[in-house]
């Protein structure tokens, strides 16, 4: 299992983030597939027509988001912790993600740093 920690820059304020990163619909537009996304505590989620699936484990509005993402069987949860904080380009974001399977690893790197936050961030360097 490996762990994987990274700070971005995006060019909006924390609200907009946080609803790129909560809203099915906003996920929809930044990531070009239908989202299965609720901002509550408890709720599943699947994202990239179910390439990646998890759980909402807690969410604090516009500040915080902790997921499991699941990996298929296991031992150690995948726990995903997304915090986003106030900057003066926009939002700073602090992703940890821990327990990532060692042969996923690379695959989910690249996935966080092009295909996630690097949609989110050109999604809103857009004007």
Do not use: C, R
Request: proline residues 5%.
């Amino acid at each position: 299992m490996k762990d994987f920690k990274k700070y971005y820059i995006i060019p909006a304020e924390p609200e907009e983030v946080y609803a790129s990163l909560t809203n099915p619909f906003t996920i929809e537009l930044w990531s070009g597939y239908p989202a299965v996304m609720d901002e509550n505590s408890g709720t599943e989620f699947s994202l990239w027509e179910g390439d990646i699936t998890g759980k909402n484990i807690d969410i604090i509005k516009n500040k915080k988001i902790v997921q499991e993402w699941y990996f298929g069987e296991q031992p150690e949860q995948s726990i995903v912790t997304i915090n986003l904080f106030e900057n003066k380009k926009g939002t700073q974001v602090e992703l940890n993600h821990k327990n990532i399977p060692d042969e996923d690893f690379d695959n989910i790197k690249e996935g966080w740093n092009d295909f996630y936050f690097g949609a989110i961030k050109a999604f809103f360097e857009v004007e």
